[in-house]
């Protein structure tokens, strides 16, 4: 009796160990791999025209401005709801630069969750006018970095996409509704 009650124990226990690996490795094969390597950059979404950089963090990347890099979802499945993308977005204030080996990947979160909130907004009921503020000062970030996810494009527009990160916190916070 006592084996079968410790079998769906033990089950939860890898299930729940398994998706906090999964879910704690960011959005792509390097993320969180050892030190920062500037020769790598945010892996796009599979339908993006975003290439992957391999080779020297100057050359200039292929993506068009709609390629911008988010989390790829499974086929059919409904763009995550604005709360949930900005509480994916928060998370972020507990990481930086400032950590050795650490700024490509937070910088590459931070742009990857930034897209991901944009397009949550977009596919909000309340529509996109609600959200004009934030979707601008997204647009303005990836005006501003031109399609470049380069290590050094991103760290040289780090004041960029942490300002517009603030900016939306502060929006936000204005509107509990959104996310609660």
Same mark, same amino acid.
């Given at each position: 009796m006592r084996q079968t009650q410790l079998i769906p124990a033990v089950a939860v226990v890898l299930l729940a160990t398994a998706l906090a690996t999964g879910c704690s490795g960011g959005h792509s094969a390097e993320a969180g791999a050892g030190p920062a390597d500037s020769s790598v950059t945010a892996t796009p979404t599979p339908g993006s025209t975003a290439a992957k950089m391999i080779g020297s963090s100057s050359t200039p990347s292929t993506a068009t401005s709609n390629g911008y890099p988010t989390t790829p979802a499974a086929p059919g499945a409904a763009v995550p709801q604005v709360r949930d993308a900005?509480?994916?977005? #928060?998370?972020?204030? /507990?990481?930086?630069?400032?950590?050795?080996?650490?700024? #490509?990947?937070?910088? /590459?979160?931070?742009?990857?969750?930034?897209d991901d909130l944009g397009k949550s907004m977009k596919a909000s009921p309340k529509g996109t006018a609600h959200f004009r503020q934030p979707l601008a000062w997204i647009g303005q970030m990836q005006t501003a970095l031109d399609g470049d996810f380069t290590f050094d494009n991103l760290h040289k527009h780090q004041s960029l996409l942490v300002t517009t990160r603030d900016k939306i916190n502060t929006w936000m916070q204005s509107y509990p509704d959104d996310y609660r």
């Open positions: 900005f509480a994916v977005l #928060q998370a972020t204030y /507990n990481d930086s630069c400032g950590t050795p080996g650490n700024c #490509q990947y937070f910088l /590459n979160r931070l742009l990857t969750n930034l």
